[in-house]
């Protein structure tokens, strides 16, 4: 086993790590790393408003790989927008619109936030990070200026 460390840019980036997601970048802190078997692996880091960062690490057995990465922003999307809030008791779980990732529930989870989408019928899915939660799966609509809750 080896240690991986992410400091990506921005911090709100899910991390895929051969197709599984870890986390937010951001809980790659200075201190916070992920045992991770000795080998190579296919590293992905995604945030919608960012082009994806794909790439191969070799991690190496009992050695921390460190790996950083600045992404390149993409075109502002344009409304009218409706609102998503999510809920969920596992708050660092992913969540995807069509099959992209977005984020996860936690950035969209209060009153004073969620994820602005132009209206219209979404495939949501939350995929929990924590063994043994259930994933969510269903087809939801966006209606512009409107707020849609899923718990």
């Not at 960012?50 to 344009?78: D, F, R, S």
């Not at 969510?136 to 899923?150: C, G, P, S």
């Amino acid at each position: 086993m080896g240690r991986l460390q992410v400091k990506a840019s921005p911090g709100r980036a899910g991390v895929f790590l051969n197709g599984k997601y870890l986390g937010p970048a951001a809980n790659f802190g200075r201190a916070r790393t992920y045992g991770v078997p000795a080998g190579e692996h296919e590293l992905k880091l995604v945030e919608p408003r960012y082009e994806e960062v794909t790439t191969k690490i070799t991690v190496k057995a009992g050695a921390k790989t460190v790996h950083a990465a600045t992404m390149k922003a993409l075109p502002i999307p344009q409304p009218p927008f409706g609102t998503l809030r999510t809920i969920h008791p596992d708050r660092f779980a992913a969540v995807y619109i069509n099959g992209k990732f977005m984020g996860h529930v936690d950035e969209f989870s209060n009153f004073a936030q969620g994820m602005l989408l132009n209206p219209g019928t979404y495939a949501l899915k939350i995929v929990p990070t924590a063994e043994g939660v259930a994933t969510i799966e269903k087809q939801i609509t966006i209606e512009a200026n409107k707020r849609l809750i899923v718990q």
